[in-house]
């Protein structure tokens, strides 16, 4: 099967490739993986706390391509949003926007899950209760 | 793999003669090759209990003499409809030979027709505490890579590779020995005749370990490449 035009085209260039300090107050880090195929993501984002708006984000990616555009295109998404509108994305949305065919449906989750994880774990770091619906759920 | 199986078996009719029968291959009134029953699965077809201990010596043999019986080989004067039952069910029994001869795939496939795992439902946990260790090694992977395509010195990160292979070697072991530990929990269950929800707890741990071994596994592959 083919790979759509624009999963090639993040898999070729992926945007926001690196990390940031774990360390960093203001950074959240989600680190997730799918165990059926060995992939394994993180996402990280520094997100400013007056605003709750995501200045910068960065992924890395082990994985298919699939799942290196679902990264690459999700960073590109956070990036300008506030923690809420961040935590919209529905990897249904992603799906569509890269044209994932049904095996390569989990790629998206995997990445709608990095970045509630990554969300969850700043908010930890801020003392910010995470309700149910807003863990990493899959 | 088809993990499509209903969970109630219908009565099965012949469909030659549509006599009622309990024949699994041959109809026991006619005497044509049936097909595979619905709700049938692997084991059925070796008329195996549903346990993960199986016997390889006499599960080859039963193979051999199915695969004998079955062959489109012996159907090459019957009607049209026998070749094709017979060409159907002798590759349903190579699939389901091949399942069950590997210890993993005979799990997997227990594990859907259980409904323990859903094909295309992809909602597997990855292990948390394995995570942090297999992006590390990821890292030490990629760092290998170019290290080799800058053709500089790789002795160190070599050495940190090969310490990380062996102690992923080692956590293959132990998953490996959980997983029969627990297939041996899983056969006396059934010995038992647990019920469905002493079932869906040793299957899901089952599970669980079987997605642990799967991350360890492609780990301890992709190292042992890059370090050939």
Known sequence: ?138 | MSTQLPVTNPPLVCWNCHERTIGTHFCPGCGKLLQLPLGSDYFAMFELPRKLWIEMGALEQKFLQLSWKLHPDNFVSATEQEREISLKRSSELNDAYRTLRDPIARVEYLLAIEGTRKNGENKQQAPPELLEEVFELNESLDELREAKAEGSDTASLRQRLEAAEKNFGEKLKDVDGALQSKAREWDGAIDAGAEVPDRGKIMAQLNDLLNRRSYIRNLVVNVQKELL
């Open chain 1, 1 to 138: 099967m083919a790979y759509s035009e624009k999963v090639v085209d993040h898999y070729n260039n992926p945007r926001n490739v690196g990390s940031l300090s774990k360390e960093d107050p203001n950074v959240g880090t989600g680190l997730v993986g799918a165990p059926e195929c060995g992939d394994v993501m993180k996402l990280q984002m520094r997100i400013n706390p007056e605003t709750q708006v995501i200045e910068e984000a960065k992924f890395k990616t082990f994985g298919c391509g699939s799942a290196i555009a679902s990264s690459s295109l999700a960073t590109e998404w956070v990036k300008g949003k506030t923690v809420e509108e961040a935590l919209a994305i529905k990897n249904t949305d992603i799906v569509r926007e890269l044209s994932l065919p049904p095996v390569k449906i989990h790629c998206s989750v995997l990445a709608e899950d990095a970045i509630k994880a990554a969300i969850g774990n700043w908010k930890k770091k801020h003392g910010v209760e995470v309700p149910e619906h807003e863990k990493a759920s899959h």
